[in-house]
T-cell receptor, first 112, second 111 residues
């Protein structure tokens, strides 16, 4: 079955370290998204991509970057991890032109 | 003010009860609407789309009121397994395509 997978599922890191979270989907979806979810804020969009070599900033993009070198993957990099980036991160994908997003199981990141 | 607002709850209801949630949105250019369900420590999953004519799926009914800018979700005959957080999702295509998630309404169904 096609799916969307995130790795690692849990990560503990130290402030100042570079961290990369992986997202891989096998649906051949053009659109991919990264969100963070914190209590009281719901899901907030970090970055998104509508296709290979396309990346766009979301509402909370500072301190994060993404790259889209193929259809299947959209890795999220925290350039220099900060304690404020402790959160649960969800990757999602959707078919081009459709609004329904399908989510990965999430990565729980703690920055100490 | 948030663009999409939901009552965070929690709503505590007995099994078999009927419960309704509302979600208000502030941008009149919003075009499509959905309800997602999120179980504790899990990913959000699509529950149902919300159409202008309303949408019913078993015990769940979703409605859209464009004039008052809100969507609703009605759950009849609540089951223990309905306990979850329900997220309202709004899409618009002005100022760039944007999907906005509400912060969610927590529901606890008790035996």
């Amino acid at each position: 079955d096609a799916e969307i997978t995130q790795s690692p599922r849990h990560k503990i890191t130290e402030t100042g370290r570079q961290v990369t979270l992986a997202c891989h989907q096998t649906w051949n979806h053009n659109n991919m998204f990264w969100y963070r979810q914190d209590l009281g804020h719901g899901l907030r969009l970090i970055h998104y991509s509508y296709g290979v070599q396309d990346t766009n900033k979301g509402e909370v993009s500072d301190g994060y970057s993404v790259s889209r070198s193929n259809t299947e993957d959209l890795p999220l990099t925290l350039e220099s991890a900060a304690s404020s980036q402790t959160s649960v991160y969800f990757c999602a994908s959707s078919v081009a032109g459709e609004n329904i997003q399908y989510f990965g199981a999430g990565t729980r990141l703690s920055v100490l | 003010r948030k663009e999409v607002e939901q009552d965070p709850g929690p709503f505590n209801v007995p099994e078999g009860a009927t419960v309704a949630f509302n979600c208000t949105y502030s941008n009149s250019a919003s075009q499509s609407f959905f309800w997602y369900r999120q179980d504790c420590r899990k990913e959000p999953k699509l529950l149902m789309s919300v159409y202008s004519s309303g949408n019913e799926d078993g015990r769940f009914t979703a409605q859209l009121n464009r004039a008052s800018q809100y969507i609703s979700l009605l759950i009849r005959d609540s089951k223990l397994s309905d306990s979850a957080t329900y997220l309202c999702v709004v899409n618009r295509n002005t100022g760039g395509f944007k999907t906005i998630f509400g912060a969610g309404t927590r529901l606890f169904v008790k035996a």
